[in-house]
């Protein structure tokens, strides 16, 4: 089953994240979970659950060429964004011991020289890209396009935050090194990101060689910031500084009060996590988030409190929701189908962008547990109790190879006609796959929390600072020399 793609999600939450207008700035999220309490993950947990999600992408990408599947065990295709997040999980992986720096610098290699070598053009079929953007998901053994799915500018700023990590991370001067950063740098110079803008900057969310950019542009609050930093600070092909303006423009539609939370609302938790595993907005400050007297990282811990509410609320009665279970956030699902559950009626869904909040909610009472540990960084009080109860309470149900599998949901009675996955008997319905795009943010993110490894990198790369500038971000690290 091909995976939605990111605009298919962003075009489904604009539609529902109209939050009520409020100018008020956002308050500080409460210091304790408001239910009973569980004891924190572990060191040893958190050890095991990173080092479980690095080993997917080291066990699961081509050798011979870097690429990442989209899923696994399901065979798959590759999906360029997981490429991105692979190459930020190797720096982890090296600097953790898990594999030699030298294997990660040469799988890292490997894996910029192949996507360098890859036929760019506007043909329908034997290439990768064009004007220096990527296909969504490409083949896994040619690293051409796959079927006939688009270009994508989202996941090709997601691929290209794990192209410039590497370049920072791997600054030796042995010949392995020295050529990651030449290549790492070769690719993010070679990205047209002006070929997807109109005229006032703001980025198409598609292309397709038969139809040509999507009429949808990159607008309001979700995963795109890092698009629009990467385009902007870029030194060859850059969009013009304005388009944050233009890009901010959408954002009082969503910002509003939620579960005792003022923040920038986006349903999934995925699009308060994606920019901020790359990028650390703690401290820093557009002119939107300076008026609101808050900034990106405070608005991430807002929507993980908001997210905690909903479940501990369950006003639709979904099974297993409460104060340490929680994270509705785009994963997979059991599937298409209708099912009376202890009287109730209840839809189910496939892979989709779930969420909460707004004027609606999408929500089949499937969780995802990278929703609650992609956000350890900005609320630990809470996802270290929510980790060890997930592993508590589940423990190998949900827990395997490579840490959590992506997605469950208790709700889901025996005998349903599940489409995906698996139900087991009394305790509901449980994924087979892991997915690369949920795997990376639970490597990035534990990272961060417990050294700041991904952020202190890109905190010096030129191009990440040259873009937060050119978008008006003031303060902290951006200022400092």
């Not at 939050?19 to 050890?47: I, Y």
């Not at 943010?441 to 010096?460: C, D, F, H």
Request: one cysteine or more; charged letters at 15%; glycine letters at 12%.
């Amino acid at each position: 089953m091909v995976r939605q793609s990111a605009a298919w999600v962003l075009s489904w939450a604009v539609a529902l994240s109209a939050c009520a207008g409020g100018q008020s700035a956002v308050p500080l999220a409460p210091s304790a979970p408001p239910t009973a309490t569980v004891a924190p993950a572990s060191t040893a947990q958190l050890d095991d659950l990173e080092h479980r999600s690095f080993q997917y992408f080291w066990d699961s990408a081509n050798p011979t060429n870097g690429l990442v599947p989209d899923r696994y065990p399901t065979p798959s295709f590759s999906s360029v964004a997981a490429v991105g997040f692979a190459l930020t999980a190797y720096t982890v992986g090296a600097e953790r011991g898990w594999v030699p720096r030298s294997d990660a610098a040469a799988r890292t290699l490997t894996t910029l020289n192949f996507l360098l070598s890859l036929p760019q053009g506007d043909a329908a079929t034997g290439t990768a890209g064009f004007h220096g953007y990527f296909y969504h998901f490409l083949d896994m053994s040619t690293g051409l396009r796959y079927r006939t799915n688009e270009l994508s500018s989202i996941d090709t700023a997601l691929l290209m935050a794990g192209v410039l990590n590497a370049e920072q991370y791997y600054g030796g001067s042995d010949a392995t090194e020295t050529q990651i950063r030449s290549v790492a740098d070769a690719l993010y110079r070679r990205v047209e990101w002006d070929f997807l803008a109109d005229s006032s900057g703001l980025i198409a969310m598609g292309w397709k060689p038969d139809t040509g950019a999507y009429p949808n542009r990159w607008i309001g609050y979700n995963e795109a910031m890092l698009l629009y930093v990467l385009a902007i600070g870029s030194p060859t092909h850059p969009v013009p500084g304005s388009a944050w303006a233009g890009w901010t423009s959408g954002y009082d539609r969503t910002w509003g009060t939620a579960y005792g939370q003022t923040f920038l609302g986006f349903p999934p938790l995925f699009g308060h996590q994606y920019s901020q595993l790359w990028i650390d907005f703690n401290g820093i400050q557009d002119a939107y988030m300076k008026a609101k007297n808050s900034d990106y990282f405070k608005n991430s811990r807002a929507a993980t409190y908001a997210q905690q509410a909903y479940a501990v609320q369950n006003t639709l009665g979904y099974v297993g929701y409460d104060a340490h279970v929680f994270g509705v956030t785009a994963c997979d699902g059991p599937g298409s189908f209708t099912v009376t559950v202890n009287g109730v009626s209840r839809t189910f869904i496939g892979y989709a962008g779930r969420g909460m909040g707004g004027i609606s909610t999408y929500d089949d009472g499937t969780l995802a547990p990278t929703g609650v540990v992609s956000s350890l960084p900005f609320a630990p009080e809470i996802v270290l109790p929510a980790i060890n109860a997930l592993l508590t309470r589940y423990g190998t149900d949900l827990y395997g190879t490579y840490g959590f599998l992506d997605a469950f949901n208790p709700t889901v009675p025996d005998g349903a006609p599940v489409q995906s996955g698996r139900v087991i008997p009394g305790k509901g319905w449980v994924d087979v796959d892991y997915l690369g795009i949920d795997e990376g943010p639970i490597v990035g993110m534990i990272e961060n929390y417990r050294t700041g490894l991904v952020w202190s990198q890109m905190r010096a790369n030129p191009y990440i600072k040259a873009g937060l500038k050119g978008a008006g971000f003031t303060g902290g690290w951006v200022d400092a020399p």
